[in-house]
């Protein structure tokens, strides 16, 4: 029986969708914040999004086997600099601003949300959720679980952890400092440090094969179980990868062969 996965949440999508992620992004830089319902606010890193990859982020970059999904890919530098050393890497991202400067970067980027039928479902090599993307859709177990069913079996997940002892579950909105009060929707976020992270790994069967820091942020490599897929899955993840594809502009679907194919 396939799995059903909750709906992608059109308050999340639509608040990075929104102006103040879409002004920074073209700005190239901040002010962005994550501002919690209790006024918590959370700064956001746009500067190093819109760089090119550092040593930090090359640093999982070079773990990365097959074909790579980076999901929330931002502005793009990771799938850009994955492209640039010939690896086939496609970056996913709610934000149409985002995929805009990910494909201006020379990376092949989709608008869409990771609880969406995504392209070759089940064969890709290497997920990547960094930049605290662990945190979307506000649960990591939920997250945890979806990735499993769109790497291959072994397939690795690459994640970058909150650099504290953490695990919380929040509600937020985006904030540049230039909205009024309440008008942008809140959305489910989390975070969570290295020891909370691996306690959630674990409870959904994923297998920790790295842990390291570089430049004060923590990253995990977690493998995903070798288990049996029954008929009915196998069919569904060809089917959904199929109508997909078609779906694909031509220069992403020529340009994006996945493992076994």
Same mark, same amino acid.
């Given at each position: 029986?396939?799995?059903?996965?909750?709906?992608?949440?059109?308050?999340?999508?639509?608040?990075?969708?929104?102006?103040?992620?879409?002004?920074?992004?073209?700005?190239?830089?901040?002010?962005?914040?994550?501002?919690?319902?209790?006024?918590?606010?959370?700064?956001?890193?746009?500067?190093?999004?819109?760089?090119?990859?550092?040593?930090?982020?090359?640093?999982?970059?070079?773990?990365?086997?097959?074909?790579?999904?980076?999901?929330?890919?931002?502005?793009?530098?990771?799938?850009?600099?994955?492209?640039?050393?010939?690896?086939?890497?496609?970056?996913?991202?709610?934000?149409?601003?985002?995929?805009?400067?990910?494909?201006?970067?020379?990376?092949?980027?989709?608008?869409?949300?990771?609880?969406?039928?995504?392209?070759?479902?089940?064969?890709?090599?290497?997920?990547?959720?960094?930049? !605290?993307?662990?945190?979307?859709? @506000?649960? $990591?177990?939920?997250? *945890? %679980? #979806?990735?499993? =069913? /769109?790497?291959?079996?072994?397939?690795?997940?690459?994640?970058?952890?909150?650099?504290?002892?953490?695990?919380?579950?929040?509600?937020?909105?985006?904030?540049?400092?230039?909205?009024?009060?309440?008008?942008?929707?809140?959305?489910?976020?989390?975070?969570?440090?290295?020891?909370?992270?691996?306690?959630?790994?674990?409870?959904?069967?994923?297998?920790?094969? !790295?842990?390291?820091?570089?430049? @004060?942020? $923590?990253?995990?490599? *977690? %493998? #995903?179980?070798? =288990? /049996?897929?029954?008929?009915?899955?196998?069919?569904?993840?060809?089917?959904?990868?199929?109508?997909?594809?078609?779906?694909?502009?031509?220069?992403?679907?020529?340009?994006?062969?996945?493992?076994?194919?």
């Amino acid at each position: 029986m396939s799995t059903v996965l909750p709906p992608a949440g059109p308050g999340a999508a639509a608040s990075w969708a929104a102006d103040p992620y879409g002004r920074a992004l073209s700005r190239g830089r901040g002010p962005l914040f994550l501002r919690g319902m209790d006024g918590w606010l959370l700064p956001l890193d746009v500067e190093r999004w819109c760089a090119d990859a550092d040593a930090a982020d090359l640093s999982a970059l070079r773990r990365c086997e097959g074909p790579v999904i980076d999901i929330g890919c931002g502005p793009g530098r990771l799938v850009a600099a994955l492209a640039a050393r010939g690896h086939r890497a496609l970056g996913i991202d709610v934000s149409e601003a985002a995929v805009g400067r990910t494909r201006r970067t020379g990376g092949a980027a989709l608008r869409r949300s990771v609880f969406e039928p995504l392209p070759g479902e089940g064969r890709w090599g290497t997920a990547l959720l960094v930049d !605290g993307n662990i945190g979307i859709g @506000g649960d $990591p177990r939920v997250l *945890l %679980r #979806r990735i499993a =069913t /769109v790497l291959a079996p072994g397939g690795l997940l690459i994640t970058e952890a909150a650099p504290h002892d953490v695990d919380e579950r929040v509600r937020v909105r985006l904030d540049d400092g230039r909205e009024q009060a309440g008008t942008a929707p809140h959305f489910p976020w989390a975070r969570v440090g290295v020891s909370a992270l691996l306690l959630h790994a674990r409870s959904q069967s994923w297998k920790p094969v !790295g842990q390291w820091e570089a430049d @004060g942020r $923590p990253f995990l490599a *977690l %493998r #995903r179980a070798r =288990t /049996v897929r029954t008929t009915s899955q196998d069919a569904d993840t060809a089917n959904s990868a199929a109508v997909m594809s078609s779906q694909l502009p031509r220069n992403l679907s020529g340009d994006i062969p996945l493992a076994g194919s």
